[in-house]
């Protein structure tokens, strides 16, 4: 083997190690009995989907970025649940499956993208465009002024003011 090719393969293969490193503790994992998870392509894989993201939108630094996760491997349901206010996400996998979780960390980071003051904002906006080109029916015209359609509708009994961030 040449110096130039040695050289090479010892960066490649020590850069590989850092990446695995430097995800160490952003993802906790929690396999059933008898289920066989390979840390280090868990790892591996954390890190440079969320680089990926990053760099798809242009961000000097994907750590910024990162978010912990917690992989649940064995359960009886695949999914990705999150609370982006207290920043916890959990990957559920009823099997290993690579595929799946690039997938399922690239949906948190995009969906990490966004602060939440966008998010509100993006939903009022639906909403007025909503208002905007939506019938009123005769109920609605008496309760509301016609000027203001722009305005979301009074809250119904299912849903709290609390519970709608967009209203804040």
């Known amino acids: 083997m040449t110096g130039f090719l040695k050289t090479n393969v010892v960066w490649i293969g020590s850069s590989l190690l850092l990446l695995a490193a430097s995800a160490v503790g952003q993802v906790r994992i ?4 008898g289920l066989d998870v390979p ?10 989907t969320w ?13 910024k970025l990162q978010a912990p996760v917690t992989l649940v491997v064995g359960e009886s349901r695949d ?7 207290n920043q ?6 009823s099997r290993w499956d690579e595929t799946m979780f690039a997938t399922s960390v690239s ?14 904002r993006l939903v009022r906006e639906s909403l007025r465009r909503a208002n905007l080109i939506s019938p009123i029916s005769v109920k609605d015209l008496h309760g509301r002024d ?18 709608r961030p967009w209203e804040k």
Not at 30 to 33: A, D, E, T
Not at 51 to 63: K, P, T, W
């Open 146 to 163: 016609n000027r203001n359609r722009n305005q979301p509708p009074p809250p119904t009994s299912w849903c709290s003011r609390n519970d």
């Open 107 to 120: 949906r948190i980071a995009l969906q990490h993208l966004l602060s939440q003051d966008r998010k509100a």
């Open 79 to 85: 999914g990705v649940e999150g609370d982006e206010t």
């Open 88 to 93: 916890v996400f959990t990957i559920y996998m």
């Open 39 to 48: 840390q280090e392509r868990v790892s591996l894989l954390f890190d440079i």
């Open 30 to 33: 929690q396999c059933h009995p």
């Open 51 to 63: 680089r990926v993201v990053a760099e798809e939108f242009r961000l000097a630094d994907h750590s």
